[in-house]
């Protein structure tokens, strides 16, 4: 019982995520017989995990390929596909944070990489400053569902599940969830009038973008081509897809220099450092857990409201919804997976399916104040405040929360890919 309050306690008064999950730990440790040198060996155990090593290599691809102006690219391609329809601007940003999505791994970062260019261009272009933030704020979840995703690679790690089949389950549920919120912005941008500066859609104009960033566009095949090809791992397609940015910036675009590729590592650093000292507590915590049967103990308390496995999903989310506003994504993955993970196991839900789910709702959160990440970096960017752009992203929030249903009562979508294989 000490256990869980010492963990409510850490967890509601908003210390760091470390110590919410260190503190009844130690507690429980320093309660038992158990010796003081497991806690060296699980912070170890925690860390010591090779797939890991691919979410930090995907940040600073994604941090390298901005600088090297692959994000340019994209949306220069982007931009000449969409031609006079209401919202052009704001679907190309959404159709750009889909691509990018595909190589960054990351709901921010993706914000960070398209909305700096997208944000102002579409000010420029005559949309309003708060719906532009919110279009990119918006846009900027995909960046943990369309592989590779960070989010993903923990879960996988926790759940040890196979990342390449969550990468492969994500697929489809990002482009659902893309088409979605292409479908709200042309309905907005539609009621209130929003066309920016009208051009037609020219073949020739587009071929020849095409062919211009024809380096740049091809990145996120290589890397995710390797992957379900076989061709090597999450890690090593991480690797793969630093080297190529790295050549594509320093070789064939010749814009980015010493500064570019320092900035880059300092944003890789800054972005990942945490998770290191947070995986460690992780599982040093899910062993205490165990040792406690939590995981049991709330099984038992949810079961007793219903054993409907499709209730239970529904339940699941709400509370998972409610988490987001006040948890970072990572967090709650790290936390709730040991916790939830058995329960789910125990309805027969596929893991894979679940981890989908899970990865779903964080995008939520990162839209939800008083924790949405992505709202903060669309404030940072266009200079407004989080309740200016909160109201305008309310629309897109309730677009993810009807993916999040159909993607729950028709778990095919997440699953039809995997079950090919």
């Known amino acids: 019982m000490t256990f869980v309050l010492l963990f409510l306690a850490c967890l509601f008064i908003g210390v760091p995520v470390f110590v919410t999950l260190g503190v ?9 017989p158990i010796p003081l040198a497991s806690l060296a060996h699980s912070l170890f155990d925690g860390v010591d995990n090779f797939p890991l090593l691919a979410i930090p290599n995907f940040v600073l691809a994604g941090a390298v390929m901005a600088r090297a102006g692959i994000t340019r690219d994209i949306i ?58 919110a279009v990119a704020s918006s846009g ?45 912005t042309y309905l907005l941008s539609r009621r209130n009038g929003y066309k920016g500066k009208a051009h037609r859609f020219e073949m020739g104009v587009f071929l020849r973008t095409v062919y211009r960033s024809k380096f740049s566009l091809v990145t996120p095949f290589i890397v995710l081509g390797g992957i379900y090809g076989g061709i090597f791992t999450p890690v090593e397609a991480s690797i793969v897809a630093v080297v190529y940015a790295l050549f594509v910036g320093a070789v064939i675009k010749r814009n980015i220099g010493f ?74 993955v790290i936390i709730l997976t040991p916790i939830l993970l058995p329960l789910v196991k125990q309805l027969g839900i596929d893991p894979i399916h679940f981890g989908i789910l899970l990865v779903v709702t964080s995008e939520i959160g990162f839209l939800t104040p008083p924790l949405g990440v992505n709202l903060f970096v669309a404030c940072g960017i266009s200079g407004l405040t ?13 677009t993810i929360i009807a993916g999040l249903l159909i993607l729950l009562f028709f778990p095919q979508i997440s699953l039809f890919l995997v079950s090919l294989k």
């Open 24 to 32: 009844p730990s130690l507690y429980e440790l320093l309660a038992s």
């Open 76 to 133: 220069e391609v982007m931009r000449s596909i969409v031609g006079e329809a209401y919202g052009g601007l704001a679907i190309v940003t959404i159709l750009s944070c889909m691509f990018f999505a595909a190589i960054s791994g990351s709901g921010p970062g993706t914000v960070a990489a398209i909305g700096t260019l997208l944000i102002p261009a579409m000010k420029e272009d005559g949309y309003p400053k708060d719906f532009a933030a």
């Open 140 to 184: 900027g979840t995909l960046g943990i569902l369309l592989p590779p995703s960070n989010p993903m690679i923990v879960y996988g790690v926790l759940a040890s599940v196979s990342i390449g089949d969550l990468f492969l389950a994500g697929l489809l549920p990002g482009l659902l969830m893309g088409a979605l919120l292409v479908g709200t």
């Open 259 to 332: 500064s570019g590729i320092w900035g880059a590592l300092s944003e890789a650093s800054t972005v990942c450092g945490g998770l290191v000292v947070i995986m460690g507590t992780a599982i040093f915590f899910g062993e205490f857990l165990a040792l406690n049967m939590i995981p049991q103990r709330i099984a038992a308390s949810l079961l007793s409201i219903t054993d409907n496995a499709t209730l239970m999903l529904l339940m699941i989310c709400a509370i998972l919804i409610v988490l987001g506003t006040f948890m970072e994504t990572l967090s709650t």
């Open 386 to 398: 989080i309740e200016e752009v909160s109201r305008r992203v309310i629309p897109f929030i309730a």
